[in-house]
């Protein structure tokens, strides 16, 4: 299970990060806030997306990672209810595996914890959301098998590495792969990534001892949200 | 009965929905939005509240920033003047809410409060919605008489959250709140409380003064139960005496 | 808008009254500092430390680069501090503010400058190759005092940080990676730590590890940086209202103190981390692998 934490910092409206056995990152989001003239859009709402890397000043890299995220969020927030305001979400890579990924698996494989911990923030900064989004990594092996969560080892050598993410009602809000794969391949990393994501937002009540989730995975997502607000509540329990 | 947690973007299942009303309208509070022809949805994060008796529902508990609601009383600061209007902020780094100069209890072009860049109010939200400029006042339009809104002199403000402020204007039942009453027994201060997360406290000394927004802040922080407010309660009036 | 919001004028003439009758906001004495917290990474070099709400990040790396042409026995340091959104809304990226400009200068000087990193001990073949070591600060969340708190974590990542150990055979350099041999510590003459002290009343109340509030509020600021051994490393005072010289003497003398206790503060926690990776590192051996 990814470790989460919301709330992280004071100043931000709302943020969050979002460790898995990779990377770990702090998102922080402002806003509505007021924004550029330049930026502004009649509409909507301008989605602004800064990625700080651990070290080093932001390239070319982060700029595409930025541009990615962007449109992903894009469709997640409700832009049409801020006109002409600002949001602004704030990526911190604060640990990222020490081996080099080569190839463009680097910028696929950090997608889902950039995308998680923008979600998490935006949560917590009560901005408004079409969706909830849950992202996740998904690898094949030289031998064609699917592996969710891939490790630094088994990235290293994987034929292909994909970046995908789902919404609450299980539609595709993004993809991103990188490798040697045919669609047939693609199909079965979709299958499994829309598992993980359907059993991130599983209820937390559902008592079936069939649902294997080592196969799956944990329901992680709800889980965070729902602790997030029953400690909120924890105050109503006595009144 | 423990109503569900609903993630953002959860359609309400019709059970959960209350009747209509006489002319079959629901009517939805924040967090809720609705894609015709049947369908609400939820915008974000909260518990799912309903009033029957209004056939409304709401989420409970919203987190973020404060977005203004007309008839939100709202703790003001002055940034710069022009010829009509004051320009304000209710939260940093959002456009300006509008103060009408003669939107005061009794005011005149001769006989106005003049107030400057830094001053702060306490005002009502007249006008806000998507797209246009917030306005405030500090009179009810209606009858005319300030019901305590006006310039604020003296002491300070905190900040807490919008969410927390709304809970001190519930009061003690519905909020789970006591810190103010409790204090008010035995310390003399006056208080307004700002919905937009802005603590405005005077009391003329200033250990009691900061003694009250510790109070306050830390309780928003540390999610205290009545219990533990009690205890902190008490603790701070010893220091304060 | 990038520009931080002011404060009332309710708010600042209550805070100036509560200093002239002896209580600060939150309580503190005078000379206190916030509760500080400092926790280090997974990896070497990454130090998150924070005074109250502030908190800051460094994380130090280090490349092998081609030796600058007029230094030749020598390796290369940068410090690079970029504000960003996530410490205040009023930090735009790529613009470079006031803030911004006056941390990046006082970490230069205090750290760079005053040689704390023996940049000797980073040259790998005299004129050719030697280690760049970056330091990047990341302010996280801004509640005043980001000198400090940023030298603070700068510091005690430089401390913690290992950089590949390399050996040479006459014209050839192999750098070991961390696995073949046991990474090493850089080389430090000594810590120094900064103190700022914002100034109230003509010089007459000074504060230590200020909160934003205070340091919109006050007067001046006068920032000392020094090591335990007393050594000052620089003292700046960049314009504010103008001060009795004898006050600055009484700042360098209650920044020693302070000094101290952070230095014992940053040894402590870095003890710990190595108990902790020692404890830690016997444990993963016997482990089975792929822990999630």
């Known amino acids: ?174 993809d991103q792969s990188t490798g040697v794969f045919d669609m047939g391949i693609w199909e079965g990393v979709a299958e499994v990534a829309s598992e993980r994501c359907k059993a991130a937002v599983a209820s937390t009540e559902d008592t079936d001892e069939m649902r294997d989730t080592d196969e799956s995975g944990e329901p992680w997502l709800r889980t965070a949200l729902e602790e997030k607000v029953r400690a909120a509540n924890a105050w109503r329990e006595q009144t | 009965m423990s109503t569900p947690i609903l993630l953002p973007g959860t359609p309400i299942s019709a059970s959960l929905l209350p009747r209509p009303n006489k002319s079959g309208t629901l009517t939805l509070g924040p967090g809720l939005r609705h894609t015709p022809p049947q369908t609400i949805t939820t915008t974000t994060l909260g518990t799912l509240s309903t009033e029957p008796r209004k056939s409304a529902l709401w989420l409970e508990d919203l987190a973020g920033r404060y977005a203004p609601s007309v008839n939100d009383l709202v703790i003001a600061q002055i940034h710069h003047s022009s010829t009509d209007s004051y320009s304000c902020t209710l939260t940093p780094h959002t456009p300006f809410a509008l103060l009408g100069q003669l939107s ?23 006008q806000a919605g998507k797209g246009e400029d917030v306005e405030i006042e500090c009179l009810n339009s209606a009858t005319g008489k300030g019901e305590g809104m006006g310039p604020l002199k003296g002491g300070t403000t905190f900040d807490v959250s919008p969410g927390f402020a709304r809970r001190l204007m519930l009061g003690r039942k519905k909020g789970g709140v006591m810190l103010l009453e409790g204090v008010g027994e035995k310390v003399k201060f006056e208080v307004a409380i700002g919905r937009n997360g802005v603590i405005w406290v005077d009391s003329g000394s200033v250990r009691i003064t900061v003694g009250i927004g510790r109070l306050v802040q830390d309780c928003d922080r540390g999610g205290w139960t009545l219990e533990e407010q009690e205890k902190a309660v008490k603790k701070a009036i010893k220091d304060m005496s | 808008m990038p520009r931080e919001a002011e404060p009332s004028t309710n708010a600042r003439a209550f805070l100036l009254q509560a200093l002239h009758e002896g209580v600060r906001l939150d309580r503190r004495d005078f000379d206190g500092f916030r509760p500080i917290s400092l926790t280090f990474g997974d990896e070497y070099g990454v130090a998150d430390d924070s005074l109250g709400k502030t908190r800051v990040l460094a994380k130090i790396s280090a490349e092998v680069v081609k030796s600058s042409e007029d230094r030749k026995f020598d390796g290369i340091f940068t410090i690079s501090t970029e504000l960003s959104p996530l410490a205040s809304p009023a930090f735009e990226v790529g613009r470079q503010d006031q803030t ?25 073949i005299a004129g050719q190759k030697c280690f760049h070591i970056r330091a990047d600060i990341h ?96 003292i700046a005072k960049y314009g504010g209202a103008p001060v009795d010289g004898l006050s600055v003497i009484n700042c360098t003398t209650k920044a020693l103190e302070k000094v101290k206790m952070l230095d014992a503060l940053v040894k402590r926690k870095l003890e710990e981390d190595e108990k902790r990776r020692d404890a830690g590192g016997l444990m993963a051996e016997l482990s089975a692998e792929n822990d999630r």
């Open chain 2, 104 to 126: 005061f209890e009794g005011a005149s072009k001769k006989t106005r409060p003049q107030l400057k860049s830094g001053d702060l109010v306490y005002a009502r939200v007249c």
């Open chain 3, 139 to 234: 302010v996280l969340d801004h509640d005043g005092n980001l000198v400090d708190a940023s030298c603070i974590a700068l510091v005690a990542a430089l401390l913690h940080f290992r950089r590949p150990d390399f050996e040479v055979h006459g014209e050839e350099v192999h750098v070991f990676d961390s696995r073949e041999r046991e990474p090493v510590r850089l080389s430090m003459q000594h810590q120094p730590f900064c103190v700022s002290f914002g100034y109230y009343e003509s010089g007459t109340i000074m504060l230590l590890d200020s909160t934003l509030l205070e340091e919109q509020c006050r007067e001046g600021e006068i920032v000392v940086s020094m090591n335990r051994f007393g050594e000052v490393c620089q």
């Open chain 1, 1 to 174: 299970m990814p470790h989460i934490t919301t709330s992280a910092l004071q100043r931000a409206d709302g943020s969050a990060t979002f460790t898995s056995n990779l990377y770990s990152i702090l998102a922080g989001v402002n806003g509505p806030v007021e924004v550029q003239r330049r930026d502004e859009l009649p509409e909507e709402a301008y989605i602004e997306v800064n990625i700080r890397p651990g070290s080093g000043v932001g390239t070319p890299r982060e700029r595409y990672l930025e541009s990615i995220v962007a449109s992903v969020l894009r469709s997640v927030i409700l832009v049409h209810l801020h006109p002409r305001m600002l949001i602004q979400v704030t990526l911190q890579v604060l640990q990222e595996p020490s081996e080099k990924l080569m190839k463009g698996k680097g910028e696929v494989a950090v997608l889902p914890s950039l995308l998680n911990a923008a979600f998490l923030a935006l949560v917590d900064g009560g901005i408004p959301l079409e969706t909830t989004m849950s992202a996740v990594l998904v690898a094949v092996d030289a031998a064609g098998g699917v592996v969710a969560e891939p490790s630094i080892k088994e990235l290293l050598i994987c034929q292909s590495v994909h970046a995908l993410a789902y919404d609450l009602q299980g539609e595709l809000v993004m």
């Open chain 3, 100 to 124: 911004e400009m006056l941390l990046s200068r006082i970490l230069e000087k205090t750290i760079r400058r005053s040689g704390a990193l023996d940049t000797e001990s980073l040259c790998i």
